[in-house]
């Protein structure tokens, strides 16, 4: 009997002690990172990176998801690239991998752990596995609203039931898109003065911080200040930060530097070498100087053109700069071209009809996009093209004017 009541006993504590093992909760074992990647040195890396990495502690495997995937060697990547219909992709890496690439290109790499519910983090990978698939890892790519840093944003969101974005969202940036594209590719003079030219009126709203997470470092920064609710009131979303490279680059600009003034300071030199070779008495140089500037005004201003009529590139849409580089230009570089060549071998003649009109027309053009910037609904912030295409435009219509009006003044026939 009391061989039986020992078994019993120990019987009883048995289940009683495994039944107060504690169940463990799906996504305990997860802890969930922001990691955001500073500007690098080629153009797609200006704008910085981000990723999320999920830490499993039961699979014992740390992976770095992001959005970021694209290859220069689809066959359709030029075609889609063109016509503003890019294709990028998510993917997965291994953390070392991943630190270790940035390491190698010197950026900047923050970690940001997030103060998410072991409901969020299982949430959370699901979702991100699920996006992992084939069928549904490639997206269409838009510059601002639908990058790899939103796409970042957008899935911690959803698995925190819209904190975020509500949180953001209304919540004014001060800031534009032109603005952060232009401090972020101010470096590159060549980049900045094209972007700067291609980017139409829709990238000078205001944003909100919703809006402004298009950016990697800035969505890092945002989250900072974010709580999310919990069952006893409202928690910060970023439980701990540290860096994990440290770059020797210089931070990235606060700022935009470049403006008006080295534009307009270009347009002056070539002015200037105009008029020296016109004073010089070498009028075909001149005039070749301004046949050059008119190809490269009416190429550009077809291409602003075909940019807004023929393609979804939607930022480069209601483009002001089309007063300044615009196709008519090319009648112009056609009436210069027929002059020069008249005019070959000493010989005398006037600049044809086609080449006075649309000279003079070009300026108008160009002098009208200065003046109607008084108009509240032409906004677009475009002063450098300005400072840069009026003035040659001015230039090109004062020395047609002057060359017709000196082969038509009988004094100043030889």
Same mark, same amino acid.
């Given at each position: 009997?009391?061989?039986?009541?020992?078994?019993?006993?120990?019987?009883?504590?048995?289940?009683?002690?495994?039944?107060?093992?504690?169940?463990?909760?799906?996504?305990?074992?997860?802890?969930?990172?922001?990691?955001?990647?500073?500007?690098?040195?080629?153009?797609?890396?200006?704008?910085?990176?981000?990723?999320?990495?999920?830490?499993?502690?039961?699979?014992?495997?740390?992976?770095?998801?992001?959005?970021?995937?694209?290859?220069?060697?689809?066959?359709?990547?030029?075609?889609?690239?063109?016509?503003?219909?890019?294709?990028?992709?998510?993917?997965?890496?291994?953390?070392?991998?991943?630190?270790?690439?940035?390491?190698?290109?010197?950026?900047?790499?923050?970690?940001?752990?997030?103060?998410?519910?072991?409901?969020?983090?299982?949430?959370?990978?699901?979702?991100?596995?699920?996006?992992?698939?084939?069928q549904n890892r490639f997206y269409r790519y838009?510059?601002?609203?639908?990058?790899?840093?939103?796409?970042?944003?957008?899935?911690?969101?959803?698995?925190?039931?819209?904190?975020?974005?509500?949180?953001?969202?209304?919540?004014?940036?001060?800031?534009?898109?032109?603005?952060?594209?232009?401090?972020?590719?101010?470096?590159?003079?060549?980049?900045?003065?094209?972007?700067?030219?291609?980017?139409?009126?829709?990238?000078?709203?205001?944003?909100?911080?919703?809006?402004?997470?298009?950016?990697?470092?800035?969505?890092?920064?945002?989250?900072?200040?974010?709580?999310?609710?919990?069952?006893?009131?409202?928690?910060?979303?970023?439980?701990?930060?540290?860096?994990?490279?440290?770059?020797?680059?210089?931070?990235?600009?606060?700022?935009?530097?470049?403006?008006?003034?080295?534009?307009?300071?270009?347009?002056?030199?070539?002015?200037?070498?105009?008029?020296?070779?016109?004073?010089?008495?070498?009028?075909?140089?001149?005039?070749?100087?301004?046949?050059?500037?008119?190809?490269?005004?009416?190429?550009?201003?077809?291409?602003?053109?075909?940019?807004?009529?023929f393609t979804d590139h939607l930022y480069s849409?209601?483009?002001?700069?089309?007063?300044?580089?615009? $196709?008519?230009? !090319?009648? +112009? &570089? =056609?009436?210069?071209? *027929? #002059?020069?060549?008249?005019? @070959?071998?000493?010989?005398?003649?006037?600049?044809?009809?086609?080449?006075?009109?649309?000279?003079?027309?070009?300026?108008?053009?160009?002098?009208?996009?200065?003046?109607?910037?008084?108009?509240?609904?032409?906004y677009q912030v475009n002063a450098d093209v300005?400072?840069?295409?009026? $003035?040659?435009? !001015?230039? +090109? &219509? =004062?020395?047609?004017? *002057? #060359?017709?009006?000196?082969? @038509?003044?009988?004094?100043?026939?030889?």
């Amino acid at each position: 009997m009391k061989r039986v009541l020992l078994l019993a006993a120990f019987v009883g504590c048995f289940f009683s002690k495994a039944t107060a093992q504690p169940t463990t909760e799906p996504g305990s074992h997860l802890t969930v990172y922001l990691l955001t990647m500073g500007p690098g040195d080629q153009v797609w890396e200006k704008f910085g990176h981000n990723a999320i990495w999920i830490h499993d502690e039961l699979a014992r495997t740390d992976s770095a998801y992001h959005w970021g995937l694209f290859d220069f060697a689809d066959k359709d990547f030029i075609p889609r690239f063109a016509q503003g219909r890019m294709r990028y992709a998510m993917g997965a890496f291994g953390f070392e991998e991943t630190i270790n690439s940035y390491r190698l290109t010197n950026r900047m790499v923050w970690a940001q752990r997030l103060n998410l519910s072991p409901a969020q983090r299982q949430r959370l990978q699901d979702f991100v596995r699920w996006n992992m698939q084939p069928q549904n890892r490639f997206y269409r790519y838009d510059y601002f609203r639908d990058n790899c840093s939103t796409r970042v944003r957008d899935a911690l969101d959803l698995a925190i039931g819209g904190s975020i974005k509500r949180a953001a969202t209304g919540v004014p940036s001060n800031t534009t898109y032109r603005f952060h594209t232009a401090r972020l590719t101010q470096d590159d003079w060549l980049v900045f003065t094209g972007t700067m030219t291609g980017l139409g009126q829709p990238t000078d709203r205001a944003i909100d911080a919703w809006e402004e997470m298009f950016l990697p470092v800035r969505m890092m920064d945002r989250f900072r200040s974010v709580r999310i609710p919990t069952a006893t009131g409202s928690q910060a979303l970023v439980q701990e930060e540290r860096v994990l490279v440290q770059a020797t680059r210089p931070p990235e600009d606060s700022v935009v530097r470049r403006g008006m003034w080295g534009y307009l300071l270009i347009a002056c030199i070539i002015l200037v070498l105009g008029a020296a070779l016109w004073i010089a008495g070498w009028k075909r140089g001149a005039v070749g100087l301004a046949l050059i500037w008119s190809v490269v005004a009416g190429l550009g201003g077809t291409l602003l053109t075909g940019l807004w009529t023929f393609t979804d590139h939607l930022y480069s849409y209601r483009n002001e700069n089309l007063f300044q580089l615009n $196709p008519f230009s !090319l009648l +112009v &570089a =056609v009436g210069l071209a *027929a #002059w020069l060549w008249r005019t @070959r071998g000493n010989r005398r003649g006037i600049p044809s009809r086609l080449a006075t009109m649309a000279a003079v027309f070009v300026a108008a053009l160009a002098l009208g996009g200065l003046v109607i910037q008084i108009l509240p609904s032409f906004y677009q912030v475009n002063a450098d093209v300005i400072a840069l295409a009026l $003035p040659l435009h !001015l230039g +090109v &219509a =004062v020395l047609v004017l *002057a #060359w017709s009006a000196s082969r @038509r003044d009988p004094s100043k026939q030889s």
